[in-house]
């Protein structure tokens, strides 16, 4: 399949007008046969891609304090915050609200969490972006490389995953691995046999352009 995500990926770059940025390169996939209406049949997950996508920073919020945000620092997270930092956002929902929607993922540690459950929880939690746990011992340079390699995808609303895979300067097999990575991961939740509608490439601003397959039955 890999062949056939690189000419669509290629027909999307062709049939796209250049713009005067780079454009992300979105994976749209299509499901049928999900009642969305249950909980357990709806998706928040943050999945780890082969290859980092170029010319879109991943954005890393580290909630710590002593020594782990000290590391997260040395290790160039976007952002720290303190418990005192913390404390200031409980009156300030405008500046919490920015923070929400400024960082694509929120690392805490395990003290920490119910503090920001209770303060965030409420502006994270319905972006899916509720912070992971780390503890001090942990190596938080590679998982800030980890978790800069990742993308949320979400399917609430209706049976749709829409997350960019890639940007258009980057090598095509490249970005056909990461759309490999998230239709794996979606073949393992609702086997795409049974449950596949269809799946589109576009960049940005560009058309889309439908995969031609036969995972269907």
Do not use: W
Request: hydrophobic content about 40%; proline content about 5%; some cysteine.
């Amino acid at each position: 399949m890999i062949n056939t995500l690189i000419e669509a990926i290629n027909m999307a770059k062709n049939k796209s007008k250049k713009r005067n940025f780079i454009q992300a390169i979105e994976l749209i996939v299509t499901l049928k046969g999900i009642d969305i209406k249950k909980p357990e049949n709806r998706i928040i997950a943050k999945i780890e891609l082969p290859h980092e996508i170029v010319k879109r920073k991943t954005k890393i919020c580290i909630i710590a304090d002593g020594d782990l945000a000290l590391k997260a620092k040395d290790a160039q997270a976007d952002s720290i915050i303190s418990k005192q930092d913390l404390e200031k956002l409980r009156e300030d929902k405008k500046t919490a609200k920015k923070i929400a929607n400024e960082y694509d993922f929120f690392l805490t540690t395990t003290d920490l969490m119910p503090m920001v459950g209770k303060i965030l929880g409420p502006i994270l939690g319905p972006r899916g972006k509720m912070p992971d746990l780390v503890v001090p011992s942990s190596d938080i340079r590679k998982l800030i490389e980890s978790f800069r390699r990742s993308v949320l995808i979400k399917m609430r609303a209706s049976p749709q995953i829409q997350c960019i895979v890639g940007s258009e300067d980057m090598n095509t097999r490249n970005i056909a691995e990461n759309i490999m990575t998230v239709i794996n991961f979606i073949d393992k939740r609702f086997p795409l046999t049974t449950h596949l509608s269809n799946i589109y490439i576009k960049t940005t601003m560009g058309p889309i352009v439908k995969v031609q397959t036969n995972i269907r039955r």
